[in-house]
């Protein structure tokens, strides 16, 4: 049993594929004994992506403020940027007017496409290697505070062709690391992935081990709940990988500022 467990990957009504309130997020954190749920939902400067300009941030800081008042678990105010290496005066614009306690930096995309698209028109072995291309460009260029599911690409990969890759892979998903380190930012352990096809963490645990070899402290946990019923799921046993990988504490956000919180026992 961990003392402190904290959802740090929601998506609420306020994201184009969810329905769900803030409400009751809440109230399924508490029913699983969560410390803290942070409300993550989708934003993207891309017009090209399909969830662009369907973020409505004043109504969804306006439910949240109503909704994490009052006893219970602690909410905070998040956002999952999509591809924020691109257009960053756009992006470091509407960040200035908002008011976010933490970002998640993931790419969904290879150019203008998903990753799914992608691998089923230009092949896996292309799809990987721009696909990390990608996420080493956020990493180094992006606003961020944690990576989200760093080897997602596996996760597509294994439902449209039946493959998982790392080995090949190491060399570049080993850059990413270092620049995330070097940059004082962190990783997050997502866990929605174990309820998929491929059964794995993302990103594998050979990922948070190296994380921590090369000197990352930072590491959130995240359900990726889109409906209040995921909230929290695969969260014990992504705290239990993080201390078998050595880490003593897992990270909470305050207004974009880390708070390691001890993983306890």
Not at 66 to 77: E, L, M, T
Request: aromatic share 12%; net charge negative; glycine share 10%.
């Amino acid at each position: 049993m961990f003392g402190y467990l904290a959802d740090y990957h929601v998506h609420t009504r306020f994201s184009f594929d969810s329905e769900e309130t803030i409400g009751a997020i809440r109230k399924m954190a508490a029913a699983r004994g969560l410390s803290e749920v942070c409300i993550t939902d989708h934003f993207t400067v891309n017009p090209k992506d399909k969830s662009f300009g369907l973020y409505p941030y004043r109504e969804a800081y306006e439910e949240y403020l109503r909704d994490s008042a009052g006893a219970g678990p602690a909410v905070r105010f998040g956002l999952e940027v999509g591809e924020g290496q691109y257009r960053r005066d756009t992006l470091d614009d509407f960040l200035a007017q908002a008011h976010y306690d933490f970002i998640i930096g993931s790419v969904h995309n290879i150019g203008d496409i998903t990753i799914r698209q992608t691998i089923r028109e230009r092949g896996a072995d292309y799809a990987f290697d721009a696909y990390y291309d990608e996420v080493l460009g956020l990493a180094e260029e992006g606003d961020y505070d944690v990576l989200g599911h760093l080897d997602l690409v596996n996760r597509y990969a294994w439902d449209e062709q039946g493959i998982y890759r790392l080995d090949a892979y190491t060399h570049q998903i080993e850059a990413i690391l270092k620049a995330v380190i070097h940059r004082g930012r962190g990783i997050e352990i997502n866990t929605s992935s174990l309820s998929k096809n491929c059964r794995q963490f993302m990103p594998n645990p050979w990922i948070v081990k190296r994380f921590k070899a090369l000197g990352g402290q930072i590491v959130t946990l995240g359900s990726d709940a889109h409906s209040a019923a995921r909230v929290g799921d695969g969260l014990s046993e992504a705290a239990a990988l993080l201390r078998d990988c050595g880490f003593e504490a897992l990270a909470a956000f305050e207004k974009r500022r880390p708070r390691l919180m001890p993983l306890g026992q």
